[in-house]
Nanobody, 123 residues
Framework: QLQLVESGGGLVQAGCSLRLSCAAS????????IGWFRQSPGQEREFVAA????????YYGDSVKGRFTISRDLAKNTVYLQMNSLGPEDTAVYYC????????????????WGQGTQVTVSS
């Protein structure tokens, strides 16, 4: 069973940067797709970014393109989300997700989820 553990959230000021980590436990990421989603109170869970473990293609939601970067560290079995130029609109709980098959922006189609990490950006 693949388990995901996020870390790195916190409170930052607008314009600052933050890096989130998603570590796999129980098994390795293998050929899974790994993604980041976020959810604000009362809002639908939103696709942020994704990467396939076995490749280097990356995918981003429109609201974060050019500001966020997803990457992976094969040796550490960890995926990162580097977030730059943060604004109050980025405030949300950020979730790491994994799927054994496809990359999709539809959150309900992902198989595995972490517990989430809170990111709060003050203006």
């Amino acid at each position: 069973q693949l388990q995901l553990v996020e870390s790195g959230g916190g409170l930052v000021q607008a314009g600052c940067s933050l890096r989130l980590s998603c570590a796999a436990s129980g098994r390795t990421f293998d050929s899974h797709a790994i993604g980041w989603f976020r959810q604000s109170p009362g809002q639908e869970r939103e696709f942020v970014a994704a990467i396939r473990w076995g490749g280097e293609s990356t995918y981003y939601g429109d609201s974060v393109k050019g500001r966020f970067t997803i990457s992976r560290d094969l040796a550490k079995n960890t995926v990162y989300l580097q977030m730059n130029s943060l604004g109050p609109e980025d405030t949300a709980v950020y979730y790491c997700a994994a799927d054994s098959d496809r990359i999709t922006s539809v959150w309900k189609k992902w198989d595995y989820w972490g517990q989430g990490t809170q990111v709060t950006v003050s203006s």
